[in-house]
């Protein structure tokens, strides 16, 4: 079954501790994205990736990294997470960067 | 920068009503538009989408036409039914593949 998976789906952590939201798509897609969805605020892009070793900023780049070392992972690194960085993240991924198909969402709070 | 500004919910319709979800949008150059669905609890999943001017996308009964000259991309539909209750999102995809979203529009149908 082709899909984007999100590991965790929930997670609650501290102020300070680092943290990996893994994603991992089946579709052998070339383009990979992080956003995260915010009330009011809707999904504002955090990265995105091209293809292999290819990652440039989205909107809210602030407090994150990314890496992509394999076309199917793309994990979203928080190396000192902060409240404000309390959201539901999603990933995509996309052939052409036209139709992305959408994973689970992760639901990250940081206390 | 580019943006995208949507019509703020909730929208309540009675089952049979014509539907209409206003998008505007803000873009150097010449973007690619698109509507998302997110049902609840679920990732956004692509509705329709154009890529140039006067470019009608059209899926499940949903239309919506790219005017330039009115920056404009506009979701209707001609009957809803309570299946189409959900967050709709606009989108564009501007210069180097990123991506803006609207705030999300809120949809009820009502039997």
């Known amino acids: 079954e082709a899909q984007v998976t999100q590991n965790p789906r929930y997670l609650i952590t501290v102020t300070g501790k680092k943290l990996t939201v893994t994603c991992s798509q089946n579709m052998n897609h070339e383009y990979m994205s992080w956003y995260r969805q915010d009330p009011g605020l809707g999904l504002r892009q955090i990265y995105y990736s091209m293809n292999v070793e290819v990652t440039d900023k989205g909107d809210v780049p602030e407090g994150y990294k990314v890496s992509r070392k394999e076309k199917r992972n793309f994990p979203l690194i928080l190396e000192s997470p902060s409240p404000n960085q309390t959201s539901l993240y999603f990933c995509a991924s996309s052939f052409d960067s036209y139709e992305q198909y959408f994973g689970p969402g992760t639901r990250l709070t940081v206390t | 920068g580019d943006s995208v500004t949507q019509m703020e919910g909730p929208v309540t319709l009675s089952e049979e009503a014509f539907l209409t979800i206003n998008c505007t949008y803000t873009?150097?150059?010449?973007?690619?538009l698109f509507w998302y669905v997110q049902y609840p609890g679920e990732g956004l999943q692509l509705l329709l989408k154009a890529t140039k001017a006067d470019d009608k996308g059209s899926n499940k009964g949903f239309e919506a036409t790219y005017r330039k000259e009115t920056t404009s991309f506009h979701l209707e539909k001609g009957s809803v039914q309570v299946s189409d209750s959900a967050v709709y999102f606009c989108a564009l995809m501007g210069t180097g593949n990123q991506f803006y979203f609207g705030t999300g529009t809120s949809l009820t149908v009502i039997p």
């Open positions: 873009a150097t150059g010449y973007p690619s």
